[in-house]
């Protein structure tokens, strides 16, 4: 199967078809026995180049889907990250909290998030993420508005 | 004969009977302490950033043949990219008024152009392949001072400044003696809401285009991003602002600073995208809304980590059933 696209605009998020996505825009990637996640394309879309990334969980616990993980900043946006589905996380990407850049610059590789042992119920299935994005573009862009107005 | 110098004085528009009558008391102090000066020509104006594209007040101030003050109620920034917009250009000149009680030398007013300390300061920007005539525009806010007297100073230091300058030029660089406008306050325009661009800073980049739902952006035969229909504009909508990735664009009359033109560049603005990257309450929501668009769009509804577990499970069922060649 092949890679797939978003269009954010003009801009073409590229989506791997080779992994799994969930809601909150993270991939998921099995990875030695748990699943690496990091930010999609269209993540990264928004938020532009990260440079603040702080947890504010400890690694080697178990987490719920929603449960508050930590927090980031970037030159346009700031947000709470939350777990995206309930498991173990085993550990967070070391080398991104010495640098955070790599979240942008290698976003379907090195810069990758944290591991989580999940069972790999609720990913979806790259078309669905792309149905998904289809369907919250229009929301999307008018929540920004509504937070901004 | 000693050239005049053109100083603008854009009006205030009303809010409220107090506010406006003391923004008239203060242009119309400084109108009369500037009157009597053979250096300075002054003209009153209409509220520039309310202006309609065809006014009168435009077509002056574009055959103004030279250096000119501008008085306004408006951050400089958004003051001259506003005139720019209808292609009254020059170098913008900010000649900043508030000075610290540290600050020693009463004339020891600093000047600086336009650029600031911008994130990617080494990106190309629309006014570098564009650039602005010599012409110096020196921008006054209104707003820094109560006093007319700071302002006719101001004025007056500037006019000094350039005379030397000035008495170079021919008589014809000058604005008429007899010109002055002075609009009564009962023909104010209405007030107008729609973004300004800031071409010191734009990298047309075309994010505000793809953004704006509202068809306000457009680009010219450079294909150079520009605001084609200002009145399409939601009122009080500075969104286009916020997802400006250099602080481009401009509402004059927003409650922030920094969307209104003031000082500042991007790092101090942020969207909290929280609610797009997993908030649960908002996540419930907005799966909701993205149901009712698959269903609207006659499409099964995604199974997603927000919902239940049960709920995950049922819809995936439901899905390899429909997958099913039964």
């Known amino acids: 199967m092949s890679d797939l696209e978003f269009l954010m605009g003009t801009y073409a998020a590229h989506i791997p078809a080779d992994r799994s996505y969930c809601t909150n825009h993270l991939w998921a990637q099995p990875h030695g026995g748990a699943h690496r996640f990091g930010f999609t394309a269209y993540a990264v879309r928004l938020l532009q180049e990260v440079y603040f990334l702080e947890w504010c969980v400890e690694e080697d616990v178990f987490l719920q889907q929603g449960q508050a993980i930590g927090a980031l900043e970037s030159k346009k946006a700031e947000s709470e990250l939350y777990c995206p589905v309930t498991g173990h996380l085993i550990q967070f990407n070391a080398a991104l909290l010495d640098d955070p850049s790599g979240i942008s610059a290698d976003t379907y590789g090195s810069g990758w998030l944290f591991e989580l042992q999940v069972d790999g119920d609720g990913l979806l299935s790259p078309e669905q993420y792309i149905r998904y994005l289809e369907s919250v573009w229009e929301v999307t862009q008018r929540t920004i508005k509504e937070q901004l107005s | ?326």
């Open chain 2, 1 to 326: 004969m000693a050239a005049r110098m053109a100083i603008i004085l854009s009006q205030g528009q009303s809010q409220g009977q107090n506010h406006s009558s003391a923004k008239r008391h203060l242009e119309e102090n400084i109108a009369a302490g500037l009157a009597s000066d053979p250096t300075c020509a002054v003209m009153l104006i209409p509220p520039l950033y309310d202006l309609p594209p065809g006014s009168p007040a435009f077509q002056m101030l574009r055959e103004l043949p030279g250096d000119f003050v501008l008085l306004s109620w408006l951050y400089p920034r958004a003051a001259h990219w506003t005139l720019d917009r209808h292609h009254v250009r020059g170098q913008l000149i900010e000649t900043p008024l508030i000075e610290t009680p540290l600050e020693s030398g009463v004339n020891e007013l600093r000047e600086h152009g336009a650029q600031p300390q911008l994130p990617d300061a080494d990106q190309p920007r629309v006014l570098d392949r564009r650039p602005a005539p010599d012409r110096r525009i020196y921008h006054l806010d209104l707003r820094t001072s109560e006093d007319p007297r700071v302002f006719v100073q101001e004025v007056r230091r500037i006019v000094a400044e350039r005379g030397g300058a000035l008495a170079d030029r021919s008589a014809a660089a000058s604005p008429p003696a007899d010109s002055s406008h002075h609009v009564p306050a009962a023909t104010l325009p209405a007030r107008r809401w729609y973004p300004v661009i800031d071409y010191s800073r734009c990298t047309n980049c075309m994010e505000c285009i793809d953004f704006c739902l509202f068809g306000v952006f457009g680009v010219d035969h450079q294909e150079t991003i520009l605001v084609e229909q200002p009145d399409n504009c939601r009122r009080g909508c500075p969104a286009c602002s916020r997802v400006c990735p250099e602080n481009a664009i401009i509402f004059p009359r927003h409650k922030t600073p920094l969307i209104a033109g003031g000082p500042g560049v991007a790092s101090a603005m942020k969207l909290d995208l929280s609610q797009l990257f997993g908030r649960p309450a908002e996540q419930e929501v907005a799966a909701r809304e993205r149901d009712e668009h698959l269903r609207r769009s006659g499409r099964a509804t995604v199974p997603s980590a927000p919902e239940p577990r049960e709920h995950d499970i049922l819809d995936e069922l439901i899905d390899e059933l429909d997958q099913m060649d039964l």
